[in-house]
């Protein structure tokens, strides 16, 4: 039996990482689904994680993604069962260590270079990794029942990795906040801070993350990538060097198809006809 019928063959109810196409639309609804773990990010999930985007980086009929999950928590973070249980090998698991949290950066970086947009749905607590998972996601939407926290400092083991996608997201004082406390901040907090894009009722976070991917699947899928990628790369960069870099993407872009297409149709006050080049 192949692998991917193998896979095929698990009921739903015992993968870890569930993938619904919604063709229509062209999104792709990613779900952790280890609720009895508060889907905490195993070896073996972060593993599925980054499999699944590996697939979805190469799918052209995939234009959005949506991350979800299901049970009592979005992720609680590592699995810290997982992890002490390695303090017994020889090296008192600092290979093992090592290796997860390269896993986890590694799975992080695979959301911020994916070609397509990935829209957070977040309908219950997300803590350390699990924020910093919700942080990498390029937009977010969060039930008015979800809470953010980076509580490793609780715990003897500061959020060192993710403090980095958390202090790309949100202001110096606000990371600092959260990883210096390790309190709680609630969805309202996360929204103005800039955590999060939107704050819904509970229950209608998957729906409206849908709808505002729908929203975005409606440009040129050649167009989102490339404003992806830019957006990422001249952020990072000093003023001058991001403006040169932002210019030298805008002239390539003219050259696309589907901006000519594009400006030509809004000349002609016509909808444009994307062929994604």
Avoid at 124 to 140: K, N, Y
Avoid at 141 to 148: C, D, I, M, N, T
Avoid at 171 to 199: C, F, P, Q, W, Y
Wanted: aromatic residues 4%; charged residues 20%; contains cysteine.
């Amino acid at each position: 039996m192949s692998p991917q019928a193998a896979k095929a063959a698990v009921p739903a109810s015992e993968l870890m990482l569930l993938r619904e196409d919604v063709h229509i639309s062209g999104v792709a609804v990613l779900t952790l689904n280890r609720p009895h773990a508060r889907n905490s990010l195993s070896e073996a999930m972060l593993a599925a994680l980054g499999d699944a985007l590996t697939a979805i980086a190469c799918d052209r009929d995939v234009r959005a993604v949506v991350l979800a999950a299901n049970g009592p928590a979005f992720s609680a973070g590592h699995d810290l069962k997982e992890l002490n249980a390695r303090r017994s090998d020889e090296d008192r698991g600092r290979a093992y260590f090592k290796h997860i949290m390269t896993l986890c950066s590694t799975v992080m970086q695979q959301i911020v270079m994916l070609p397509q947009p990935v829209i957070a749905a977040v309908h219950a607590t997300a803590t350390a990794a699990g924020c910093q998972l919700v942080a990498s996601c390029d937009l977010a939407v969060a039930s008015r029942a979800a809470k953010f926290a980076t509580p490793g400092v609780n715990i003897g083991l500061f959020c060192s990795t993710p403090m980095v996608a958390l202090s790309r997201n949100v202001s110096r004082k606000h990371a600092m906040e959260m990883l210096l406390t390790g309190e709680a901040i609630s969805a309202e907090d996360a929204a103005r801070i800039g955590l999060v894009n939107h704050v819904v009722e509970p229950g209608s976070e998957r729906n409206a993350a849908l709808k505002l991917a729908r929203k975005i699947t409606a440009k040129s899928a050649l167009v989102l990538k490339i404003g992806k990628e830019a957006f990422y790369r001249q952020v990072e960069m000093p003023l001058a060097d991001a403006y040169q870099h932002a210019s030298e993407v805008m002239v390539e872009n003219m050259l696309a198809h589907d901006a000519e297409e594009g400006i030509s149709a809004f000349i002609d006050k016509r909808q444009p006809k994307w062929q994604d080049r």
